[in-house]
């Protein structure tokens, strides 16, 4: 079964650019969505398609993907952006998500 | 405005069944699939499968195959999940999102299930 493999955690200070990766085997073929989940509450929907951003989320959050990785990031990065990130793609009709990734800004 | 609306928190023992649903508003329900994901306390998120409300065609993850029911009543707008027995290790919270294609754009507010004897 495909897999897709994220960091447990990354680290970034206030106003810094964060980046989360996600691997997995030609992961550059498919599309990539990203999610936040904060504490307490339903994932929400922050990049579509490898690079593009639904109404409402804001400009410092971008995407990419490429080869083997695709990569979530977060520029100017505020402390209300702390929360855990997962990556998903789609895999012979079936979706798959990668294991989350905690960023803590501090 | 596109809601999804999930049921309560449940408590059952192992071994009984349940069905909790989903109900969509703001939008033609038959039109967007709905998925069930499921989140253990403190892990990641795990599709479980999906359902087409326009004709109840469904599909699982390997994992999740035959040990759920995902169903779908067009006309109340009402997506299901559903387990025949319960086992301690179903205690998760349990997502509800539509998509579009492969949009994931809104999701349920999640309903928790806790499994204990």
């Known amino acids: 079964s495909y897999e897709l493999t994220q960091p447990p955690s990354v680290s970034v200070s206030p106003g810094q650019t964060a980046s989360i990766t996600c691997s997995g085997d030609k992961l550059g073929d498919k599309y990539v969505y990203w999610y936040q989940q904060k504490p307490g509450q339903s994932p929400v929907l922050v990049i579509y398609q490898n690079t593009k951003r639904p109404s409402g989320i804001p ?29 998903q793609a789609w895999d012979s009709n079936t979706v798959v998500f990668g294991g989350g ?6 | 405005e596109v809601q999804l609306v999930q049921s309560g928190a449940e408590v059952k023992k192992p071994g009984e069944s349940l069905r909790i649903s989903c109900k969509g508003s703001g939008y033609r329900f038959s039109t967007y699939w709905i998925s069930w994901v499921r989140q253990k306390p403190g892990k990641g998120l795990e599709w479980m499968g999906r359902i087409d409300p326009s004709d109840s065609y469904s599909d699982y993850s390997p994992s999740f195959e035959g040990h759920v029911t995902i169903s779908a009543d067009k006309s109340f707008s009402t997506a299901y999940l559903q387990w025949s027995s319960l086992k301690a290790s179903d205690t998760a919270m349990y997502y509800c999102a539509r998509h579009e294609a492969t949009i994931f754009d809104y999701w349920g507010q999640g309903t928790l299930i806790s499994v204990t004897s």
Request: proline share 0%.
């Open chain 1, 59 to 87: 400009e410092r959050f971008s995407g990419s993907n490429s080869g083997n990785t695709a990569t979530l990031t977060i520029s100017g990065t505020q402390a209300m952006d702390e929360s855990d990130f997962y990556c």
């Open chain 1, 101 to 106: 990734t905690k960023l803590t800004v501090l």
